[in-house]
């Protein structure tokens, strides 16, 4: 079977990035509760309009909701491939929430990946952050371009977005969530020792290696 892991890490610390380097590489599937959320949203939805203003205050949306999302969405996957949890688990009770969906399924964590980065390298990188309208690939202004100006590399189209909640101030309310909610969840994995620390400062390919150092142990 392949290995479900967690990225783990601060918003923009490159979990997206990595997870879809991860899926074009490995039987991998990325299961990305911000993406799940922005579909909600985008539904135009009377929960997706509640789920709006709670994203664009950089708060988080509830553990139930989530959990939720989570639970359909792994019975969409075989067991044969690997789930790439970014972005969930984001407080405690997701944790266990986690845990429980993936006994009742047979399946455990291999390993929680955590990304570091500078506080300020994070609000450089979200703030230049934009994707593809059609595909969602990630490009970034100054650090992922598309190869052919305002071409989408995955699927060629022309068409780009930037997340509202991408600005300045919603990103340290969002860095502040982090760390009073998420980066206390790490206990739990480091008593299991499943956790890998990544410097993720330096450049999308040599995060790209060192998660697949540990992918390979
Ligand atoms: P980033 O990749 O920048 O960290 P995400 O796309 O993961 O951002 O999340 C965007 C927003 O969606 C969060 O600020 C929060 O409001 C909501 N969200 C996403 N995942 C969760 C989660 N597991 N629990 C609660 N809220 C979440
Ligand atoms: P997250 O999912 O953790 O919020 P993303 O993967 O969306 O983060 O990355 C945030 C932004 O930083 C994107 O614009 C992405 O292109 C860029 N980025 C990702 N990894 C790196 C890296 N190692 N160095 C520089 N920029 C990066
Ligand atoms: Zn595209």
Redesign the pocket.
């Known amino acids: 079977m392949a290995k479900d892991i967690i990225l783990l890490?601060p918003?923009?610390?490159?979990?997206?990035?990595?997870a879809h380097l991860l899926e074009a590489n490995h039987a991998m599937v990325q299961l990305s509760t911000g993406d799940m959320l922005r579909a909600a949203v985008k539904s135009g939805s009377d929960l997706g309009k509640k789920v709006q203003a709670v994203m664009d205050a950089g708060e988080l949306v509830s553990d139930d909701l989530v959990s939720a999302l989570i639970d359909d969405r792994l019975n969409q996957i075989g067991p044969d491939a690997g789930a790439i949890f970014?972005g969930y688990p984001r407080t405690e009770p997701q944790a266990h929430s986690l845990d429980e969906l993936l006994e009742a399924r047979g399946r455990k964590l291999d390993h929680v990946i955590e990304l570091e980065v500078d506080e300020d390298a994070l609000v450089d990188?979200?703030t230049?952050?934009f994707t593809c309208a059609v595909c969602g690939e990630?490009?970034?202004d100054r650090?992922?371009l598309p190869k052919v100006e305002n071409t989408c590399d995955e699927c060629g189209s022309h068409e780009f977005k930037r997340r509202p909640d991408d600005n300045e101030e919603t990103v340290r309310k969002r860095m502040a969530e982090y760390r009073a909610k998420t980066a206390p969840i790490l206990p739990i994995y480091e008593k299991r020792g499943i956790v890998s620390r990544i410097d993720?400062m330096?450049?999308?390919e040599e995060?790209r290696a060192a998660i697949e150092k540990v992918l390979a142990d």
């Open positions: 890490g918003p923009g610390a490159g979990k997206g990035t990595q970014d990188r979200i230049g952050r990630g490009y970034h650090y992922k993720g330096g450049g999308i995060v």
